[in-house]
C-alpha cells in the first residue's frame, strides 16, 4: 500500500506547509489530527481483521447504521424527535445533524448491504432485506439530492458488475419492491418537498441550498486560482472569507484550504483502492466482492463531491471494509493461481 502512504503524506505535509505560511500552525495540527483517523488509524485497525472477522465487522456496521435509521425514521413518522434525529422540517438525520452527511453515508453503505444479503444463509437473508430497505427508505426520507445521486450511481455500477444472474435479481428485486411500494404509498414527505418538486419545477431556487452551494464553489474556484499551493489555510475558509459555512464539494475545500498537491494525493489514495479491488475483478468464486468494492468506490467519490468535509471519520469505515472484501477475494485467487502453477510445474517436472 505504498501508493496509499505516498497520498496520504502529500495531504498531511500539504496541510503542514499551508499552516505554516499562512500563519495558522495551531489550525494545521487539528487539521492533521482529524486526517490521521481516516487516513492511518482506521485503515490499520480494520485492514488487520481477517476475512471472516471482516465479514462480521460488515454485518455490525450495516446492522447498527440500519438500527439508527429505524429510530430517525419512526420519529419521522410519529412526528417527535425534531431537533436530533429529525430536522425542523421532517428531513431524517439520525443523530447526525445533517440529513445529507447521513444520507450519503446510506449510499455508501448499501452495497455491503446487498453483499451482506446475498451472502447470507436463508434464515438471516429476511433480517438484512429489512436493512437494505431500512437504508432506501432512510436516503428518500432525507430528501438528500446528492444521496439519492450517490445511491443511483452506486446501485448502477454494482448491477453493471456483479455478474451472477442469482444475485441480480436479488438486487432488481429488491429495488422492484422499492418502487411498488413509493409507487403506492407514495414517496416520504421531505423527498416530496425537496426532489419531487424539484422534477416538476428544475431551477436553481427549488434545489433547495444549491444556491448558496453555488455561490461556495465559486468562491472556492477564485480562491485555488490566487492561491494554488498553499490555498488559505486549514480549517481557514469561513474566516478568510466572512462565509458561514464550507464549500460542500470536498476536493474544492481541500485545494482552497490547503492547495492542489493534497488533491493529487486523495487522488493516490483512491488509486491505491482501487488496485486492490481490481484484483478482484476476474474471481471465479465470488465476483460480488469486486462489485461490492468498485460501488463503494464509486459512492465514495461522489458523496465526497458534495461534502463540505473529506475527514468524516464514518466516510472511510465503509471504504476500508470494502477494501478487505475485495482484497481477502483478490489473494485467494492469486493463491489459487499459485497452486495451479505449482501443480503443472509438479507435473511437467514428473514427465
Known amino acids: 500500500m505504498y501508493m496509499w502512504l505516498g497520498g496520504a503524506g502529500l495531504i498531511l505535509g500539504a496541510s503542514a506547509i499551508s499552516g505554516l505560511t499562512n500563519n495558522a500552525p495551531v489550525d494545521a495540527v487539528k487539521y492533521i489530527a482529524k486526517a490521521l483517523m481516516p487516513l492511518f488509524i482506521i485503515p490499520v485497525v480494520l485492514g488487520a481483521a481477517k476475512p471472516r472477522q471482516n465479514d462480521r465487522l460488515i454485518r455490525t456496521f450495516v446492522l447498527s447504521l440500519s438500527s439508527t435509521v429505524i429510530v430517525s425514521l419512526a420519529g419521522s413518522a410519529l412526528g417527535i424527535g425534531a431537533g436530533a434525529i429529525i430536522t425542523a422540517q421532517g428531513r431524517v438525520q439520525a443523530f447526525m445533524n445533517n440529513p445529507n452527511a447521513l444520507a450519503r453515508l446510506m449510499a455508501v453503505t448499501l452495497p455491503l448491504a446487498f453483499h451482506v444479503l446475498a451472502r447470507s444463509k436463508s434464515g438471516k437473508r429476511a433480517t438484512y432485506l429489512v436493512c437494505v430497505l431500512v437504508l432506501i427508505t432512510g436516503i428518500l426520507s432525507t430528501g438528500s439530492f446528492s444521496g439519492a445521486a450517490t445511491t443511483i450511481g452506486a446501485m448502477a455500477v454494482y448491477l453493471m458488475t456483479i455478474g451472477r444472474m442469482r444475485r441480480v435479481g436479488l438486487a432488481a428485486g429488491v429495488l422492484a419492491v422499492i418502487g411498488a411500494g413509493v409507487a403506492v404509498l407514495g414517496p416520504p414527505s421531505?423527498?416530496?418537498?425537496?426532489?419531487?418538486?424539484?422534477?416538476?419545477?428544475?431551477?436553481?431556487?427549488?434545489?433547495?441550498?444549491?444556491?448558496?452551494?453555488?455561490?461556495?464553489?465559486?468562491?472556492?474556484v477564485e480562491i485555488v486560482a490566487s492561491k494554488p499551493l498553499t490555498g488559505v489555510g486549514p480549517g481557514m475558509f469561513q474566516e478568510v472569507t466572512g462565509m458561514q459555512v464550507d464549500v460542500h464539494v470536498?476536493?474544492?475545500?481541500?485545494?482552497?484550504?490547503?492547495?492542489?498537491?493534497?488533491?493529487?494525493?486523495?487522488?493516490?489514495?483512491?488509486?491505491?483502492?482501487?488496485?486492490?479491488?481490481?484484483?478482484?475483478?476476474?474471481?471465479?468464486?465470488?465476483?460480488?466482492?469486486?462489485?461490492?468494492?468498485?460501488?463503494?468506490?464509486?459512492?465514495?467519490?461522489?458523496?465526497?463531491?458534495?461534502?463540505?468535509?473529506?475527514?468524516?471519520?464514518?466516510?472511510?469505515?465503509?471504504?476500508?471494509?470494502?477494501?478487505?472484501?475485495?482484497?481477502?477475494?483478490?489473494?485467494?485467487?492469486?493463491?489459487?493461481?499459485?497452486?495451479?502453477?505449482?501443480?503443472?510445474?509438479?507435473?511437467?517436472?514428473?514427465?
Not at 421531505?190 to 464553489?217: C, H, K, N
Request: with cysteine.
Open 250 to 351: 470536498a476536493y474544492l475545500a481541500l485545494a482552497s484550504e490547503i492547495g492542489i498537491l493534497s488533491i493529487l494525493g486523495f487522488a493516490l489514495c483512491v488509486l491505491a483502492v482501487l488496485s486492490v479491488v481490481w484484483k478482484a475483478k476476474d474471481a471465479v468464486r465470488d465476483r460480488a466482492a469486486f462489485a461490492t468494492g468498485l460501488a463503494v468506490i464509486v459512492s465514495f467519490i461522489l458523496g465526497v463531491s458534495s461534502s463540505p468535509d473529506l475527514f468524516a471519520r464514518e466516510w472511510w469505515i465503509p471504504l476500508v471494509l470494502a477494501i478487505g472484501v475485495a482484497g481477502h477475494e483478490g489473494a485467494r485467487m492469486l493463491q489459487n493461481m499459485n497452486r495451479d502453477r505449482q501443480a503443472e510445474c509438479h507435473i511437467s517436472s514428473g514427465k
Open 190 to 220: 421531505a423527498f416530496q418537498r425537496r426532489i419531487s418538486s424539484w422534477v416538476y419545477d428544475p431551477t436553481v431556487s427549488s434545489a433547495g441550498s444549491l444556491a448558496e452551494r453555488i455561490e461556495l464553489a465559486r468562491t472556492g
